[in-house]
């Protein structure tokens, strides 16, 4: 076992895009941040130095952290944050993960600038469940906003309205050529004919699913969310803020350079971005005349929900050798609605939600409250009046969750601290769906401390009588993050074997701050490798 460390300073930094400039918030300078690389089964450390102007967490998502929720990261739930000035070492400790991860601020929207990729390799001597490739390339996808991000964020939970959208997509930080004083600077990957290519792929966009292709290539994805897929072949991929993909390129083509492109996937128009893609440029190395300006590859319309569910509902895992199969005896079966909701506007407030109201997102109708001090610290030192236990895992009311017309009082949800709370070794059978309460969309729903399977999917209202019947329970795929479509719904199942507070939210960072999430405490089991160690010495104060 090998035991790295590395130096994260998070400050500010002077950036260039789309024109015009501004300090942003960054990991030693970097944007997209370092990457973190380590081997199957490492701990790895990671200092963390506090040298911007607010409070930080650093989180490292995908990473289960196996009775270590102390350096999690996501702040007022497993940790204070870091105050301008402060130190925290964060101890990440790898498990069975394999493959691409990524670490990103858990604190309001800094995670729009301060995020990076985490490479997972197998145990020295191991090799991957494919071909070696000859190289690979990290692909961070992020979003850029001329905006200062730290205003576009007080601005809307302040409003109650939409945030303002981003004025571009990046890949690796680049808008790409397409994009106003973007060409010097777009990202490129050099291949050679007849070699094949890691791609490692992040979606550290903050509320956008993205839609990626190659021109003339396809890619063959062989990895998500940290574990090994039975290789999918495909001219397009879909992925979700929070997903990471591992896909093959194989340099097939004639030699010249072709366009890599994204674009916003939306099926909300409210947040509907202009259509310009970002591009990227691969770029065969050799002697050829070059093409002044090479075609754009194929992408799916914006609002192309089967595209995207098709491409998603295509993964398989790759059970056995490479992972654990899924868990068959379910003892605990939660139901949980995902919804879009209002707020009256507080007195005196004019708020831009719909018709006057203040935006809030919920699930089974509560929208979450962070604490002023951690769920964690109150767990684990019994303090009272921090949360309560009890959050519904059922649903309060029963409706036709997709019906276009509700009831006014239905849209408005309770606000609270609440958290589910799991005996160790619960085996999880968790429904979300989607509502159309205020308006659907698909959420990006993403669990902390875990990994699930994810066993079934579907539009419309689920049915508990014949959906469960079409459950694959031989190879489905084990992820960290899932997009439950909208208006449809999809099935989790997971092993409650990692002790301590674990937050589960939507990816989208608007959803988030809205309240989207809610918190499971999973109790400790009576081995001494079943229960919670104690936190490190040096956790931060509130
Ligand atoms: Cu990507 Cu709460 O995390
Ligand atoms: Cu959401």
């Not at 501004?22 to 990671?46: C, E, H, M, W």
């Amino acid at each position: 076992k090998t035991q790295k460390q590395y130096n994260f300073v998070v400050k500010e930094a002077q950036y260039t895009r789309l024109c015009s400039t501004k300090r942003i918030l960054t990991v030693n300078g970097k944007f997209p941040g370092p990457v973190i690389s380590a081997y199957q089964g490492d701990t790895v450390y990671v200092n963390v130095y506090n040298r911007g102007t607010h409070n930080i967490t650093l989180h490292w998502h995908g990473v289960k952290q196996p009775r270590n929720p102390w350096t999690d990261g996501p702040e007022y739930i497993t940790q204070c944050p870091i105050k301008p000035g402060g130190k925290f070492i964060q101890k990440i400790i790898f498990s069975t993960e394999e493959g691409t991860l990524w670490w990103h601020a858990h604190s309001d929207w800094s995670r729009a600038t301060v995020h990076g990729a985490i490479i997972v390799y197998p145990k020295k001597n191991r090799a991957y469940p494919f071909p070696k490739p000859h190289a690979e390339v990290p692909i961070v996808f992020g979003e850029w906003w001329k905006n200062d991000v730290r205003k576009v964020y007080t601005e809307f939970v302040t409003n109650g309205g939409l945030p303002r959208k981003p004025d571009a997509i990046t890949i690796n930080g680049q808008p790409g050529d397409l994009h106003p004083c973007s060409k010097s600077g777009t990202f490129k990957v050099n291949v050679d004919r007849g070699k094949t290519y890691l791609l490692r792929i992040v979606n550290a966009a903050m509320n956008l699913i993205l839609f990626f292709s190659i021109s003339k290539h396809n890619l063959t994805v062989v990895g998500a969310d940290g574990s090994y897929t039975k290789p999918l072949t495909r001219d397009y991929i879909a992925i979700s803020p929070g997903q990471t993909i591992d896909a093959l390129l194989y340099a097939n083509q004639e030699p010249n350079q072709y366009y890599m492109a994204a674009r916003a996937y939306s099926s909300a128009p409210a947040i509907r971005l202009d259509n310009t893609p970002t591009t990227a440029i691969l770029q065969y190395n050799g002697n050829y005349p070059p093409i002044s300006s090479p075609p754009l590859p194929y992408l799916p319309y914006y609002n192309d929900t089967q595209a995207a569910f098709n491409f998603f509902g295509s993964l398989r895992g790759l059970p056995s050798k490479y992972h654990e199969t899924v868990p068959l005896n379910v003892s605990t079966h939660i139901e949980t609605t995902l919804s879009i909701n209002t707020f009256p506007c507080p007195k005196g407030h004019p708020c831009k939600g719909p018709n006057g109201t203040h935006f809030a997102a919920s699930i089974n109708n509560i929208s979450f409250v962070l604490p002023s001090i951690d769920i964690l610290k109150a767990y684990y030192y019994h303090i009272n009046g921090v949360y309560i236990k009890g959050f519904p895992t059922f649903p309060p009311f029963l409706f036709n969750f997709t019906a276009e017309y509700f009831p006014s009082e239905l849209q408005i949800p309770k606000k609270g601290t609440k958290v589910i709370v799991l005996n160790y070794g619960s085996v999880v059978e968790l429904v979300f769906q989607g509502t159309n309460l205020v308006g659907g969309i698909d959420h990006p729903m993403h669990l902390h401390g875990y990994n699930f399977h994810v066993v079934g999917h579907g539009f419309g209202n689920f049915d508990k009588d014949k959906d469960p019947m079409k459950y694959n329970l031989i190879n489905p795929p084990l992820l960290n993050t899932v997009a439950v479509p909208k208006n449809g719904w999809t099935t989790i199942r997971f092993k409650a074997t990692n002790p301590g507070v674990w937050l589960m939210h939507c990816h989208l960072e608007r959803h988030i701050a809205w309240g989207m999430e809610t918190v499971f405490i999973v109790k400790n089991g009576r081995g001494s490798n079943e229960t919670l160690p104690p936190p490190p010495p040096y956790m931060p104060r509130c």
